[in-house]
Each structure stands twice: as C-alpha cells, then as structure tokens.
C-alpha cells in the first residue's frame, strides 16, 4: 500500500489554477490562509507571482 503524500493542483476548490489549494491540501491548512500569504509575498517583492508560476507549471493536477 502507497501512504506517499503528494502535491497536486486542487480541482474543486480553485481560485485560479489551484496551487493554493493543492498546497492547503498537503499541509492540511484552511486555503484562504494560504492565499493570503500567497497576496503578501506578491505585493512585498513580487516573488508570489514567481512562485505561482512556477508551480501552476510544474505540479500536476489532482484526478
């Protein structure tokens, strides 16, 4: 039996592309913190766009 948790992009609770969600699902967290966290790190350097590219990129979606 596989117990290995993995990171996919959320398909019911999704904003956008579902990262946020995903990563709320992994980490067992509420996904409007994540969100939130994901809105600072972008108006404090930008680096929240980056990211969120990156990741809508490379983690495949959950199904």
């Given at each position: 039996m596989?117990?290995?948790k993995?990171?996919?992009?959320?398909r019911?609770n999704?904003?956008?592309?579902?990262?946020?969600a995903?990563i709320?699902?992994?980490?067992?967290?509420?996904?409007?913190?994540v969100?939130?966290a994901w809105?600072?790190?972008t108006?404090?350097g930008?680096?929240?766009i980056l990211?969120?590219?990156?990741?809508?990129?490379?983690?495949?979606?959950?199904?």
């Open positions: 596989n117990t290995e993995r990171l996919y992009r959320s019911s999704r904003t956008v592309a579902g990262v946020c995903g709320a699902e992994y980490f067992g967290w509420d996904p409007t913190l969100r939130i809105i600072v790190l108006f404090f930008g680096s929240g990211i969120y590219g990156i990741l809508w990129l490379v983690v495949p979606e959950a199904g």
